[in-house]
T-cell receptor, first 112, second 112 residues
Framework: DVKVTQSSRYLVKRTGEKVFLECVQD?????MFWYRQDPGLGLRLIYF???????EKGDIPEGYSVSREKKERFSLILESASTNQTSMYLC???????????FGSGTQLSVL | GDSVTQMEGPVTLSEEAFLTINCTYT??????LFWYVQYPGEGLQLLLK?????DKGSNKGFEATYRKETTSFHLEKGSVQVSDSAVYFC???????????FGPGTSLSVIP
């Protein structure tokens, strides 16, 4: 089975801090994704990547950036965390495009 | 734009009750339709899918039929178990390389 691992289950940060969320997948998938999940809003796509060093903006990229230096690792960066970025962040990967996404268990980020 | 609407939750059922979670969509063309499930403390996982009109997706006792005429993809299960307690997300995608659009999710609690 594909395993998508997110480095932290819970994270508490202060407003203005730089935050790194890490995601690693072990199935040599080309594609990786970052979503945020908020009650009543479902999942919203922040950024995705089809290849190493390549990134595409999703629906809500403002306030975020990403890094993909290696195929298996996709990092989400909050340059200056704000309270409205308190959310559950989900990483996912897939072999082909958006065909069958495999998700990590999520990082619950609280920005105080 | 394309969108997915799900019935409001939370839904609470007794064990062995019949489950229906309504899902309707708005999209041009012929999207593929999905149900994802998120168990407590875990990421989302694909439950079932249907790729064309009148297709029935099924898995783990759950079923959903792609109804083009009513733009619906309702999730059903004849007899729910406590282990089915989770959040269920309806989703659509036009092609493998189009973004998946998720509904807001419906929380299900099954009590013994």
């Amino acid at each position: 089975d594909v395993k998508v691992t997110q480095s932290s289950r819970y994270l508490v940060k202060r407003t203005g801090e730089k935050v790194f969320l890490e995601c690693v997948q072990d199935m040599d998938h080309e594609n990786m994704f970052w979503y945020r999940q908020d009650p009543g809003l479902g999942l919203r796509l922040i950024y995705f990547s089809y290849d190493v060093k390549m990134k595409e903006k999703g629906d809500i990229p403002e306030g975020y950036s990403v890094s993909r230096e290696k195929k298996e690792r996709f990092s989400l960066i909050l340059e200056s965390a704000s309270t409205n970025q308190t959310s559950m962040y989900l990483c996912a990967s897939s072999l082909q495009g958006f065909e069958k996404l495999f998700f990590g268990s999520g990082t619950q980020l609280s920005v105080l | 734009g394309d969108s997915v609407t799900q019935m409001e939750g939370p839904v609470t059922l007794s064990e062995e009750a019949f489950l229906t979670i309504n899902c309707t969509y708005t999209a041009t063309g012929y999207p593929s339709l999905f149900w994802y499930v998120q168990y407590p403390g875990e990421g989302l996982q694909l439950l079932l899918k249907a790729t064309k009109a009148d297709d029935k997706g099924s898995n783990k006792g759950f079923e959903a039929t792609y109804r083009k005429e009513t733009t619906s993809f309702h999730l059903e299960k004849g007899s729910v178990q406590v282990s089915d307690s989770a959040v269920y997300f309806c989703a659509l995608r036009k092609t493998s390389y189009d973004k998946v659009i998720f509904g807001p999710g419906t929380s299900l609690s099954v009590i013994p």
